[in-house]
Structure formats: structure tokens, C-alpha cells
């Protein structure tokens, strides 16, 4: 049975408790109502408040058991067991990486950090060392590197202590591996066939040593006289930077081989006595891997995925080449999946280096909406599918029906494709509920971009509305009855935005975004509008009857709306139209009370 010991506000020893048992606590709920207070000042910003209320928590020391104190004298026994703490991390990103972790042979146990932004991994080190107290630094970054490969982020160097302490949580979902559950509670042995965490060996072997010996040679110089505090010195380094006392046994008994074998073993095999040292200088991340890793992953890629970003969504998105499938978004499950396949073929990255190959230029930019009005056929300029489609509309107006029906659909392209144009009129179909108002409009879209509809309320001053302007072809707002004045203000200020300055959900900074979308509207009330004097944006129509259920010949309606705009159609209402819309719009004003 596993035991570690437990804290209360980080020195007061409250004894030794099984593992498993806090692992049970934090999983079925025993500390939720003060780590949901945690998160609850975590969402609004408040981590002072935060930190306060986790100083209140227990905390257990994975690593080893203690008599009063976390010091060296006061261990009464040390647990083969290495405790990561990956914080601040995003919380979209916690799902892929509690799912990596869960897949990893050593992982013991996972559970999400009490201020919900980190996650804690207990492991299980599978290393060629003894593991002991003396070993501990060592093993510890061992495992470290290993998962922040696995993971492609670091761990927070600050738990390479034996008596680490690791507070208690809240996690439904905590992790707890059935391999290692046995173990755990005493009632088995540890897995046997783990395959070993090994150090860093080739290519990074060399150029570790390389540094070392840079380092080396700036206090010494291998002359006579001095060889013997030469070898020394630099094996001290390389055991500082992490490289296996085998790999430096083997370069200097090649690269100083006017010296002695003996004294060479001597010098190499003392520096490796202090393993305490071990591993303990921080590498400098190296910039890149070098052009050939990036290709390896650019050609893997082109070999089995179609990739492009889609500067509409701001997404990347994926078609398989074996199965013909249509494109799809870029997911974690699926970067995860290819970052295995590339392991198994032999190109060691992380799932970071894949999703930078992804993430840039390698996948070109696609527009879904200037891609479906240029592969359109010809408008033969005589046909007149818009009127067309006008027909399956009785309303109590139908030549300007039909008048406004055509400019505002050539509007809509304008807008869709050509980012200095602006739709700013709102098409508003009014009449009894039921009549097909919301499905009429929501069939006007192509197949091909019915993603890219939006059909439901709106609040004009949220973020999320403004991005929608970018991110959609046609809004929809269903039921516009009930406005007031002031709503209807925010929203005529909303449809004649031209651009949208926002800042997108966990992006570093605010992006200027092309407007793209056109406005529709239903109502059932057909007294919507407040103001006389400004409601030239919204072209509003009484329909008697809707047919909805016809077929609509998408390719030809829009290959004219796109053959008249190309023509120089004044799809926009000029001055001399504002008293037609007025005069129009006249039955939809609200009554003034008496």
C-alpha cells in the first residue's frame, strides 16, 4: 500500500494516509465546495482571491512520507512515484491533454488542478536508475522531458523536489490507471512490461556534448599538465546537462585518447558520482530542428491530408486522400491521431511542431464563398431566375417585391465576395406564424454554405454578433417583434458595419475582420419599426402566401445576382429610393399612443 503523508497549510503534518485514498477524495467530491469557490474567482479574473482560498487546502507529498517535517532527516520512506504539475494551460486545451496523458503507459493517475487551468500527473518512473532520494532529481527530469514531448508543453520545474507538495482538488473524471490501481492498494505488482523512459541519445546526444565541451573550454584548455581537470570538468557538464555517463565514457575515450584509458574512466566516472547534479541545467531551446524536420512533416502531410485554412471560419481545414471524404475541421483528435502516425513512421516531433507545420503557409488559404460564385455558369443575360423565385412569394407589394427582392439578393454577392461591399439592408418577411418565413429564407442559401447561416436572436452589442458578421453568408434573426427603439438602433448600427475590429476567443490580439454577412428578418407582428425617420434599412414585406417546399435553382439565381452586380447593377437604395422604402415601410411603423 502507497502511503503519503498530508499537510495542512504546508507545515502542519496531519500523519501518513493511503494514496488511494486521496485519490477517491478528489474524485467523488470530499473538497469540491472549496475548489469550486477556487474556479469560481478563477473565471472572473480574481487569482489573489484564489490563491488565498487554495493556502486552505490540504496538500500530500507523492514522493515520500515524512515525521513532522519535509526534510531530508525526517523521510521515513520514499515512493517510486513522480509527481507533474503542467499549469496555466488553457482550458480548451485540457481535454487533449488529459486524453494524451491517459494513453501514456506511465501515467498513474491525472486529475485537473484546483484552479482548473492545470492538470497533475502522477508517474510511474520506468528509468535505468536506481530509484532512491539520491536519484530523484535525475529521474525527475527524466520523466519531465518525456511527457513534455508527449504533450508539447513544459512542466513546472518547481516539483523536482522529493517533498513536493501537491494539493488536493475536485475531479469527477480523475484518471486513475487500472494497471497501476493494484499496486496502488497493495494487492499486486507493478506492470511488467513498460518499456524504459530512455535520455536523450544521437543527433541531441552530440549536441549536448558539443555545448559542453564549449562550456569546458572556456576555463580550461587540454593541454599538459592539465588533461586530467580537462576531462573531469567537461564529463561535470555533461552530467549537468543531462547526457548518460555511457555516451560520455564513449566520446572521450575516443576524442581524448592521449590520455590514459584508465585515468579517462577515472575523471568521467567521479564527475558521475555527484548524481544529484544531474540534468540540472536548463537547455536553451533550440529555434527549429532544422529545415530537413519540417519537411519530414510537410511531406507526410501532403502524402496522406488535403490541407487548406478556411479565412472565413479562421479554421484549418482536412480532407483524407485514401478515403475521398469531404473536408472537415481540424480537431485535436485528428493532430493527435497524425502525431502518432508520424511517430510509428519514424518522425519524432511534438504535437506543437505538427500543429505550426499546420498552422502556416502550408495550408493555403481557401474562400468558400469565392469559390462557389466563381465556379457558377455563365448568366446568359435573358433569363430571369430571381423572378423566378420572386413568384413563389405572394405578398400585399409585388412589383417592389420583386424590385427590392432583386436588388437585395445581388447586394448579398457583393457583399460576399468583395470585402470594400456592404449589404445594408435587412430583408423582413412579416406574416401569420407558420407560413414558412424563416425556412423560405433558409433555403435562398446554397447547399454548399448552409454552414455558414445563422438563424436565431441577436444581442447587437455582444462580441459574438459582431464576429458572426465576418463568419456568416446570410443571419437570419427570427422574430423581430418586441423591439424597442433603442434595441433597433444598436441593430441598424450592427448591419451597416463595414468591418469588425474584435478579438477572437483566446487570441493574443484584436484583428480587423471582413464583413461578409447579409441580413434577413421574420416577424409575425407587422408593426415592428420605431422610428419614421430611419428605417431605410429594413425592406418590409407583408406575405399572403409562401411556397417553401419548391425546388430553387441556387446555381442560376446566383449566377445572374453575380452577372448583374459584374454589370454595374445599383443593387444600393439611393436618396431618390428612401421615400419608396418610407412610404412602403409606412404599415409596419407602431402606433403612437393616444
Not at 3 to 14: E, Q
Not at 76 to 91: H, S
Not at 185 to 202: C, M, R
Not at 332 to 341: K, L
Request: charged share 25%; proline share 4%.
Amino acid at each position: 500500500m502507497i502511503k503519503v503523508t498530508v499537510f495542512a497549510r504546508f507545515r502542519t503534518c496531519m500523519g501518513d494516509v493511503d494514496l488511494i485514498d486521496i485519490l477517491s477524495d478528489i474524485r467523488n467530491g470530499k473538497y469540491a465546495a472549496s475548489v469550486n469557490r477556487i474556479r469560481v474567482y478563477m473565471d472572473k479574473e480574481n487569482s489573489e482571491a484564489a490563491d488565498q482560498l487554495k493556502k486552505g487546502l490540504p496538500a500530500v507529498t507523492i514522493s515520500a512520507t515524512y515525521r513532522g517535517k519535509r526534510l531530508a532527516e525526517c523521510m521515513t520512506a520514499y515512493n517510486p512515484l513522480i509527481i507533474l504539475d503542467f499549469d496555466k494551460q488553457k482550458k480548451a486545451d485540457l481535454p487533449r491533454l488529459l486524453g494524451l496523458v491517459r494513453e501514456a503507459a506511465y501515467t498513474v493517475a491525472c486529475w485537473v488542478s484546483p484552479r482548473g487551468h492545470g492538470l497533475k500527473v502522477i508517474v510511474y518512473p520506468a528509468v535505468g536508475l536506481d530509484l532512491t532520494p539520491q536519484n530523484h532529481l535525475a529521474v525527475y527530469n527524466l520523466v519531465k522531458d518525456w511527457y513534455g514531448r508527449l504533450l508539447g508543453v513544459e512542466a513546472d520545474t518547481s516539483g523536482s523536489d522529493v517533498g513536493r507538495l501537491c494539493l488536493v482538488s475536485y475531479d469527477p473524471q480523475l484518471y486513475l490507471s487500472p494497471r497501476f490501481e493494484p499496486w496502488l492498494k497493495g494487492e499486486g505488482a507493478l506492470p511488467d512490461d513498460l518499456p524504459p523512459i530512455k535520455a536523450i541519445t544521437g543527433k541531441d546526444v552530440m549536441q549536448l556534448i558539443s555545448s559542453a565541451r564549449k562550456r569546458t573550454t572556456r576555463k580550461f584548455a587540454y593541454t599538459e599538465g592539465n588533461r586530467n581537470n580537462f576531462v573531469h570538468l567537461f564529463a561535470a557538464n555533461c552530467n549537468r546537462l543531462g547526457v548518460v555517463k555511457e555516451e560520455v565514457l564513449k566520446y572521450a575515450c575516443k576524442n581524448f585518447a592521449d590520455l590514459p584509458a584508465e585515468e579517462c574512466l577515472q575523471a568521467v566516472g567521479s564527475a558521475y558520482t555527484h548524481t544529484e547534479e544531474h540534468d540540472t541545467v536548463k537547455r536553451t531551446p533550440r529555434s527549429s530542428r532544422g529545415d530537413g524536420f519540417v519537411v519530414q512533416i510537410q511531406e507526410f502531410l501532403a502524402a496522406n491530408f488535403k490541407l487548406r485554412r478556411n479565412i472565413v471560419r479562421r479554421i484549418v481545414e482536412y480532407r483524407s486522400l485514401t478515403k475521398h471524404d469531404a473536408f472537415q475541421q481540424v480537431t485535436d483528435y485528428w493532430e493527435n491521431s497524425v502525431w502518432c502516425a508520424l511517430q510509428k513512421a519514424g518522425v519524432f516531433c511534438r504535437v506543437s511542431d505538427l500543429r505550426a507545420v499546420i498552422q502556416s503557409d502550408f495550408s493555403p488559404e481557401y474562400n468558400p464563398f469565392l469559390s462557389y460564385f466563381e465556379n457558377l455558369p455563365a448568366w446568359d443575360g435573358e433569363t430571369d431566375p430571381i423572378g423566378q423565385l420572386a413568384a413563389t412569394v405572394d405578398t400585399t407589394c409585388p412589383e417592389y417585391w420583386v424590385k427590392c427582392l432583386k436588388k437585395w439578393l445581388v447586394a448579398v454577392v457583393a457583399c460576399a465576395i468583395n470585402e470594400r461591399k456592404a449589404n445594408h439592408t435587412v430583408l423582413l418577411l412579416s406574416g401569420a406564424q407558420g407560413l414558412g418565413k424563416t425556412t423560405w429564407l433558409r433555403n435562398l442559401v446554397p447547399p454548399v454554405l448552409r454552414n455558414y447561416v445563422y438563424s436565431g436572436n441577436l444581442d447587437p452589442t455582444a462580441k459574438d454578433s459582431s464576429l458572426l458578421m465576418s463568419d456568416c453568408f446570410l443571419i437570419i434573426l427570427d422574430e423581430l417583434s418586441g423591439q424597442s427603439r433603442v434595441e433597433l438602433n444598436q441593430l441598424k448600427a450592427l448591419i451597416t458595419k463595414d468591418s469588425i475590429l474584435e478579438r477572437r476567443p483566446y487570441a493574443r490580439n484584436a484583428e480587423t475582420f471582413v464583413r461578409r454577412a447579409s441580413f434577413a428578418a421574420t416577424v409575425n407582428d407587422s408593426q415592428i419599426l420605431t422610428d419614421r425617420t430611419g428605417s431605410r434599412r429594413f425592406l418590409c414585406f407583408e406575405t399572403l402566401r409562401i411556397d417553401y417546399t419548391s425546388g430553387i435553382d441556387h446555381a442560376a439565381i446566383y449566377a445572374q445576382a453575380l452577372g448583374l452586380y459584374k454589370q454595374g447593377f445599383r443593387y444600393w437604395f439611393a436618396d431618390k429610393d428612401i421615400t419608396e422604402i418610407n412610404e412602403n415601410n409606412e404599415p409596419f411603423q407602431q402606433s403612437s399612443p393616444v
